[in-house]
């Protein structure tokens, strides 16, 4: 049973390029949430999606980044026009169908490193 | 939101000797806590978990105490070893999904 998979996993991009990060969740999984991770910090909480829906993006910066994670294939992290802060870790994580308030583990994919020159 | 704070920053024990980390949280709404182990480079791991209708759990050499009255939370790892070596973070989590971590501790066993 593959694990999350995130791809690429070192991504360089130039100032005021865009930024495009895959997140494949594990079997099964129908929900996906994205953190970010500034060196020596700790993960961030961006956006939660379930399959054709965003349920919470309130840690996403307003501007130039969007989600999405479409009926097929991987959920993707956009990062438009680029700027150096925007360098860090991006993880994804997933985890089972949500029950009421059953809250369920997250499982995380290797996450994305991305450095902006 | 919630806030999760985590004590300490750095933690550094001789092998053998037990570890114990702290956390505090403030929305009285959370009920799951799960710990994830963060080896430098690498993805975080979930270690061990708590829900708020259990006030304590372990598995082998790790174990949480959850104080749902006084929002406080932690992890203790006994007779720790070089490869304990990594850092921890503490999260919160309500009925909503969104995890928040702690700022995590720097725990470095020194054989």
């Known amino acids: 049973n593959a694990g999350v998979m995130q791809n690429p996993r070192h991504l360089v991009r130039r100032r005021g390029q865009e930024a495009r990060l895959r997140c494949s969740p594990m079997?099964?999984?129908?929900?996906v949430y994205w953190y970010r991770q500034l060196p020596e910090e700790g993960l961030k909480f961006m956006v939660y999606?379930?399959?054709?829906?965003?349920?919470?993006e309130s840690g996403m910066p307003k501007e130039r980044f969007s989600a999405e994670f479409p009926k097929e294939g991987p959920s993707i992290l956009r990062i438009q026009q680029v700027v150096r802060g925007d360098s860090a870790a991006y993880f994804c994580?997933?985890?089972?169908?949500?029950?009421?308030?059953?809250?369920?583990?997250?499982?995380f994919g290797p996450g994305t490193r991305l450095t902006v020159t | 939101g919630e806030n999760v704070e985590q004590h300490p920053s750095t933690l550094s024990v001789q092998e053998g000797d037990s570890a114990v980390i702290k956390c505090t949280y403030s929305?009285?709404?959370?009920?799951?806590f799960p710990w994830y182990k963060q080896e430098l480079g690498k993805r975080p791991q979930l270690i061990i978990d708590?829900?708020?209708?259990?006030g304590e759990k372990k598995d082998q050499r790790i174990a949480v105490t959850l104080n749902k009255t006084a929002k406080h939370f932690s992890l203790h790892i006994t007779e720790t070893q070089p490869e304990d070596s990594a850092v921890y973070f503490c999260?919160?989590?309500?009925?909503?999904?969104?995890?928040?971590f702690g700022t995590g501790t720097k725990l470095q066993v020194i054989p």
């Open positions: 994580a997933s985890s089972p169908s949500v029950w009421d308030i059953v809250v369920f583990e997250q499982y």
């Open positions: 079997k099964g999984h129908s929900h």
């Open positions: 999606l379930q399959k054709e829906n965003i349920i919470d």
């Open positions: 929305d009285s709404a959370s009920n799951y």
């Open positions: 708590i829900r708020s209708n259990v």
């Open positions: 999260c919160s989590s309500g009925g909503y999904q969104k995890v928040t």
